[in-house]
Structures are given as structure tokens and as C-alpha cells.
């Protein structure tokens, strides 16, 4: 298996520049918000530096990787026929897996769900995909409020992660993937703490 820095170098010249940068500013914010909420920050920084592994693989490829190992994801015929760029957590959390690049389970189920998120989303993957949306690259308004939200309050910040990413799908006049209504619910209940 290779070392630690060996696969730093692998990744930063797998991914395009600009990908490369993106991670690193995931990374670094997920380790500052893993800090703060409870999860190993080393963890942390080593999901938002691996979590866009497989973003800029081809649709094509995408698919086919997902066939050929049988990838598992929540409503699969849904995403590979409108939205396969959602495939690129799932399909990225499975090699780094294969390739044994990510061992552990809870960096690796942040990973798959560091998009879609995932009915019952524990504290990493919250942390992870409110890093990715966030994450100090992202200028834009909706990302600073986010982070400006989670400093104070996790949930807050998640709830309003998820109310930014289907505001954009609608926005778009795209179709919202099915379990995304049980995400949002669930958000909404966390942040009122009865879940
Ligand atoms: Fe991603
Ligand atoms: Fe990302």
C-alpha cells in the first residue's frame, strides 16, 4: 500500500488543478469543523482531501465503473438516467477503497455521501457535506452563510446546505432525487433536536 505521501502526490496529479485546490480547501475546512464538533481532524482532512476522487471521471465512466463493481446507491435507475454526476461520491468512495487509499468506514461513508447525503447522516458526513458546499473557495453568498451558520451550529449550517443544494436543482428545473425529501425532513428535525 502506498504512503501517505505518495498518495497526496497521486491525487494532486489525478486531479485538474483547480479540483486539486477545491479539495485542499475542503480538507482544511472539515478539520476545523471536525475540531470543533468531534471528529478526528486528521479524518476529517483526509475525506475533503479524497472526496472528489472520482468527480472528474466521464459520465461514461462513471456508469460503467458502477456496473462493473456493482456499486450500490439509493435509487440507482433514478440517478444514472438524471443525475449522473451524483455517481462520482459513490463511485469515488469505492476505489479508494479498492485501491486501499481510504480504509476507514466512517471517512469512507462521508465520502459516498458527501452529495446525495444519506438517510440518518451521522456528525462526519454532516461535516463533510457542509465542508464540500462551503468550503473557503465557494464565494458565493449561500456558502458564506452556510459558514457562517455552522460555526455557531452544525445542524444549521447542514440545514441550510441542503436548502442551498435543492434550491439549485429547482432553480435548474431539475428533477430532486427521491430520498432528498427524508434528507431535508431529518435536517430540519436535527436542528430543532428531536432526532
Ligand atoms: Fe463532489
Ligand atoms: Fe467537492
Redesign the pocket.
Known sequence: MMDNDSRIRALKKALSRPLYQHSLSVARYAAELGKKGGWDPEQAYQAGLF??WA?EWSHKKLRQYVRKNKVRLPDLPFVLKNAPDLL??YAGAFDLKKQGWVTNRVTLAAIAH??LGSPGMSLPEKILYVA?IASPDRQFKGAQDIRRLAKKNLNAGFLSAVALKISYVVCQGKLLHPMTLTLWNEAVLSLQGRL
Open positions: 472526496h472528489d468527480k462520482h461520491a458527501h452529495t464540500d
